[in-house]
T-cell receptor
Framework: SQKIEQNSEALNIQEGKTATLTCNYT??????LQWYRQDPGRGPVFLLL?????KEKRKERLKVTFDTTLKQSLFHITASQPADSATYLC???????????FGKGTTLSVSS | GAGVSQSPRYKVAKRGQDVALRCDPI?????LFWYQQALGQGPEFLTY????????KSGLPSDRFFAERPEGSVSTLKIQRTQQEDSAVYLC?????????????FGSGTRLTVV
C-alpha cells in the first residue's frame, strides 16, 4: 500500500542546533514534495516545495532535500530557535495539482 | 480576503444532527480542498474542486458527507446524521494553480465535536 512516514513523532533539540526531520514514502512517484508547519489550533502553513527534478531547496534558515532514489526528503532548520517549535508536516503531490497526501507530522521542541 | 476563512471555528453537534461547514477561499484561487484531521494525525483528503467542478470526492468517508462549491468560490461541507467518529478538525485549503507547484493556503479549520 502507499505510505508516507515521518520517522519521529517528536524531536527535542537545543537552541542554536540544526533540526533534521525525515520523510520517507513508498509506492509513490511524486511530482512535488511539500513541507508545512502547523501550530496548535491552526491550519498548516506552507513552507517549501521541492520538485522531483530538484535535489535541494533553501529558504532562509530552512533547507529541504529530495532523493527520489531513496524515496526520502530531509527538512533542516539551522540555528534553531524556540519559536521554531511546532509540528512539521511532509506532504506528497502525486500527480501535480491533485490532492496532497500528508504524513502524521513531527513535533519539534526547541529549548533555550 | 487575505487568507482562507472557515466558519464556524467550533461546532458541537448532537449525534444525528446535520452540520454545515463553510469555507471562503482566497479570491481568485481556482482549486479548493477539504481535509479532515484527527488528533495527532496529519490531514486526510476528503474532496477537491476546480472552480465549481468537484473533480475528486474519493476521500469522503460515507454518503453522509457532501460538499459543494456552486459558484466556484465559497464552499460548504455538509455532514448529515453526524456520528461520534465524525469528530475532528475540518480544514479547507485553496491554491491558485497547484499544477504548477504553488503551495496550498489553509484555513484555521472547524473543530467539530459530536456528542
Amino acid at each position: 500500500s502507499q505510505k508516507i512516514e515521518q520517522n519521529s513523532e517528536a524531536l527535542n533539540i537545543q537552541e542554536g542546533k540544526t533540526a533534521t526531520l525525515t520523510c520517507n514514502y513508498t509506492n509513490y512517484s511524486p511530482a512535488y514534495l511539500q513541507w508545512y508547519r502547523q501550530d496548535p489550533g491552526r491550519g498548516p502553513v506552507f513552507l517549501l516545495l521541492i520538485r522531483e527534478n530538484e535535489k535541494e531547496k533553501r529558504k532562509e534558515r530552512l533547507k529541504v532535500t529530495f532523493d527520489t532514489t531513496l524515496k526520502q526528503s530531509l527538512f533542516h532548520i539551522t540555528a534553531s530557535q524556540p519559536a521554531d517549535s511546532a509540528t512539521y508536516l511532509c506532504a506528497l503531490d502525486p500527480e501535480a495539482g491533485t490532492a496532497l497526501i500528508f504524513g502524521k507530522g513531527t513535533t519539534l521542541s526547541v529549548s533555550s | 480576503g487575505a487568507g482562507v476563512s472557515q466558519s464556524p471555528r467550533y461546532k458541537v453537534a448532537k449525534r444525528g444532527q446535520d452540520v454545515a461547514l463553510r469555507c471562503d477561499p482566497i479570491s481568485g484561487h481556482v482549486s479548493l480542498f477539504w481535509y479532515q484531521q484527527a488528533l495527532g494525525q496529519g490531514p486526510e483528503f476528503l474532496t477537491y474542486f476546480q472552480n465549481e467542478a468537484q473533480l475528486d470526492k474519493s476521500g469522503l468517508p460515507s454518503d453522509r458527507f457532501f460538499a459543494e462549491r456552486p459558484e466556484g468560490s465559497v464552499s460548504t461541507l455538509k455532514i448529515q446524521r453526524t456520528q461520534q467518529e465524525d469528530s475532528a478538525v475540518y480544514l479547507c485549503a485553496s491554491s491558485l494553480d497547484p499544477g504548477h507547484g504553488s503551495g496550498y493556503t489553509f484555513g484555521s479549520g472547524t473543530r467539530l465535536t459530536v456528542v
